[in-house]
């Protein structure tokens, strides 16, 4: 069975639940840390939680491999294995509802980096995930005052207020994880940190360096912006600027293409503000012409058929 249908086949109703939530750091050059705590929950929230789940997963029809440029909509989810993220840092903590991990006081929730709705049938565990919002923040709860609307009149709300969110960033199950919102989960499993760790080494290789007279404007034009560090990414992957026979290719059709790159006398790319968004869409191969409409196309992922 695909991802999907095991996910939808998972018995929630006959599950035990539990609400997990996680605190992060993000110690230079090495893996995040995570600090999670459980949390009871009464009947009508684990109604509530379950819920959420059931309805997420009825949107799903679609699955897709996760790729550094992949994009999924509201009916698909990009899948991807756990072996290759920080997963399985985060599902040593909520193995079990030790009591020393219980929350017992409400500033154990405040500044929490996301939550994690762990649902356990027999031997399956299925566990979904969801970045926090403002409401989770110590300086956001210490600067308003909750109000509950109720019997027609405004009253204040005794206790601390956290919102869950009735959409979940990705689900995990059997090793696998499948993914909704792609721009939360690498937040919260630092695959932006790890592009820019790889974008960091590949700006030392000397195959890489060899085609540009000088790198420092594209590093500058990339900066931290997670959708150019992605593509830095995904350039590495692929390695094209490695290949002298695209190179080549490159250098004498850019023009026929569209393409605005600046070569020097030695065949060298002259990376400048100006350039640098085609010279990425150029090493990425995403630059293609239609043998039907003869018209050429910059397209997000370019996957061979």
């Not at 601390?160 to 937040?187: C, H, P, W, Y």
């Not at 000397?206 to 590093?219: G, V, Y």
């Not at 600046?262 to 191969?285: H, M, N, Q």
Request: aromatic share 10%; net charge negative.
């Amino acid at each position: 069975m695909t991802l999907i249908q095991d996910l939808k086949s998972f018995n929630i109703a006959d599950s035990t639940c539990k609400l997990w939530t996680f605190k992060k750091q993000n110690p230079k050059d090495q893996p995040p840390k995570y600090n999670g705590h459980w949390v009871d929950t009464t009947e009508a929230m684990v109604a509530e939680l379950k819920g959420i789940i059931r309805t997420q997963l009825q949107y799903i029809n679609e699955q897709m491999d996760y790729s550094l440029l992949a994009e999924n909509n509201e009916a698909s989810v990009l899948t991807i294995t756990e072996e290759e993220t920080h997963a399985g840092l985060i599902k040593h903590q909520f193995a079990d509802e030790l009591p020393q991990r219980k929350i017992k006081n409400v500033k154990t929730l405040f500044n929490c980096a996301f939550y994690v709705i762990k649902l356990v049938h027999e031997d399956q565990v299925l566990y979904a995930v969801r970045k926090t919002d403002t409401t989770w923040k110590s300086k956001t709860a210490s600067s308003i005052v909750t109000a509950l609307f109720s019997d027609a009149q405004l009253d204040l709300a005794e206790d601390e207020n956290f919102r869950i969110q009735k959409t979940i960033d990705f689900f995990g199950m059997a090793g696998e994880i499948a993914v909704r919102n792609k721009s939360n989960f690498e937040s919260i499993l630092n695959y932006k940190a790890a592009h820019e760790q790889d974008y960091a080494q590949m700006s030392h290789e000397d195959s890489f360096l060899q085609i540009f007279d000088e790198l420092q404007p594209l590093t500058d034009f990339i900066g931290s912006n997670k959708i150019h560090l992605r593509r830095m990414s995904a350039i590495r992957q692929k390695a094209f600027y490695a290949d002298p026979v695209f190179m080549e290719n490159l250098r004498d059709r850019h023009q026929q293409y569209g393409l605005n790159i600046v070569f020097d006398e030695d065949g060298k790319i002259v990376p400048s503000e100006e350039t640098c968004r085609d010279i990425i869409a150029a090493l990425l191969d995403h630059r293609l012409s239609s043998a039907f409409s003869g018209n050429i196309y910059d397209v997000p992922d370019a996957t061979i058929v």
